[in-house]
């Protein structure tokens, strides 16, 4: 037998080709892979790479150490998310508490453990068997053949990322434009602007080469350029995994050096109408909350008893999120970043909560989502901006102390405050699974349901008929929270001052819908994009501005995304600020309604899509932008 056909060898060189082909596992879900071939090119080209520069396995199997211990991950993704590890996913495993883990991961966890186990003896055993095998070094003259080519491919490669490459042909130059133009001319102008300011000031961030150099050096020809694509390589497998790695390093990077980079950003803003009159206005921050899940909105359970009774309330009925993933979410509410830059790390702006500060109110960012120590999120750099900060949930998801009720004491304490004119937000853990951890005993109205359950998997298809109902039961209780927000605020018109409270959730929940087999967020579905939204005022805010409420009650059906919170929360305490866009105002007789993009298999006209099954997927029906 040849040597390198021994059980040995083979072994090893089975390890390396399974580890490849782990971007090929949706195949046997029955689901396409995008640029299969080229994949497979980019996986052979980055072996030939590591064994030409190391010469014999036992001198790089280490650098697959982390390929290993990402299977598990991309395993679990794959058969519950259809998705690949990604930065993204990086910045939630980071984010997410030991104990949420957890209770999100149910009775799978043992499962996962002996995948990871196995997985860790793979490893050891593949390991061993590089260090002993001396057949499948690299020694013959062909190695440095490679060598140098390898080298000439990628310094032709860094000198074109350098300098620059020559531009095709007139014909095809104008074809790249035609379809640039034609992405632009889907996004609305203030869109534009706002996608030019960050990238300039991305720009400005990056390092770059010296303009005389580049002035002086000839651009590389095309057809010396290799066919090198950074985002193509980081699908594949193993060594493609470095890249959201180097992704999600420079995003924790980008966002702890952002408050300093935007510490001289300002509004500019003021607030004109009622601006002698005392005022709270209360921003809630729901969580994996579903529209049709309110009976507000028509669903046959009585799950909003209390709001209904509310004279003062519209409920807002086309509301869409571009992303169902909190992280990226919740900044594309807090401010002015387009939802088309939601994947991207931070915005070089502010959030509406500077804009109430400069305008005079005292602000307060009071939260029953966990703080995350040293490290900043997408989340936290805004949270940072108010004046009062309270991270009130203890670090688990598990005991009575998370129930959002854990919020109205620091609430009315806020209300208290001798500061004339206060802006609270309140970050609530909603509906958060488990479902049934978010509500007390009391409002496990619906059986039988999970409340009691220890662990329950939400990926547990037989739990169905509970998990609804917990989640129904968390609805009822974000219900008996939001009156009792409203409650407090009533009792601070009783004293002349103005106030008003803002509701929107950053996502909502798919649940085993009919038919549809999968369940939770993160998945490309109608039922995570289309989320409640809900607005109330006083009396006395009624009276400083009855245009505004008129204009508010006939939007009410009108089509709103997140994007639009920004504007509408300055323009409900009528803030003025230079740069303001009136346009994206529920509350402005200038409103008008603006493309809404969601994240499904690339940015997706949510209005010029359809509804895929009883999951609802959303798919475009033309093709969708491109994500960067």
Known sequence: MPPLLNPANLFLLGTYLLLSAVPFLSLTLGKPVVNAYQLAGAAVMAWVTVWAVFKRPAWFHWLLFPAFLAVPVQLYLVAYFGQDVSAHHLGIILETSPKEALEFLGNKLWLLGAVAVAVLAWFAASLRVACKSRDLDWKDQSRWIILASLAIGYGAWLYGMSVGVAKAKPASASVTLGSDSASQQQTSPDEVGDDEGEAADANASAPSPSTAITATLPKLPRWAAPPLDATLFGKSWPFGLAMPAWEFWKERKYLSELAERSKAFKFGARQEGAADR????VMVLGESSRFDRWSLN???????????????????????????????????????????????????????????????????????????????????????????V????????????????????????????PSPKKLVVLH?????????????KEFDKWQPSLFGQKNPA?????????????YDNSILYTDWFLS????????????????????????????????????????????????????????????????????????????LATENVFHSLLDLSDIRYSTEQLQRSMFSKKFRRHKRYVDSYGWTDYDNARFKGDCREVIAKGKPLPQD
């Open 278 to 281: 005392p005022q709270v206005v």
């Open 484 to 559: 009792q927000v409203i409650g407090s605020l009533k009792v601070r018109g009783e004293r002349g001052e103005m106030t008003s409270m803002m509701y929107v959730a950053d996502h909502g929940q798919t649940l085993y819908d009919g038919s549809c087999d999968i369940a939770f967020h993160g998945h490309n579905t109608q039922h995570e994009f289309h989320v409640p939204a809900l607005v109330w005022y006083s009396d006395q805010y009624k009276e400083a501005f009855p245009g505004k409420v008129e204009t508010l009650a006939r939007n009410r059906k009108a089509k």
């Open 390 to 417: 309270q991270f009130l949930n203890p670090g688990g998801y598990t005991d009575h102390s998370s129930l959002d009720t854990i919020l109205l004491d620091p609430l009315k304490a806020a209300m208290n405050d």
């Open 298 to 388: 028509g669903y046959k359970r009585e799950t909003n008893p209390l709001l209904k009774k509310e004279a003062n309330l519209v409920s807002l009925a086309d509301m869409v999120t571009a992303v169902s993933a909190t992280r990226l979410s919740v900044p594309v509410i807090l401010s002015r970043k387009p939802a088309t830059q939601s994947l991207k790390a931070g915005f070089s702006e502010k959030s509406f909560i500077t804009a109430y500060k400069e305008a005079g109110f005292k602000t307060y960012w009071l939260s029953n989502q966990m703080s995350f120590g040293q490290f900043d999120t997408p989340v936290s750099v805004f949270a940072k901006e108010a004046d009062v």
């Open 428 to 440: 609530s853990l909603g509906n958060h699974w488990n479902y049934s951890h978010r509500y007390p």
């Open 458 to 470: 939400y990926t547990d298809r037989a739990l169905k008929p509970a998990l609804n109902n917990s």
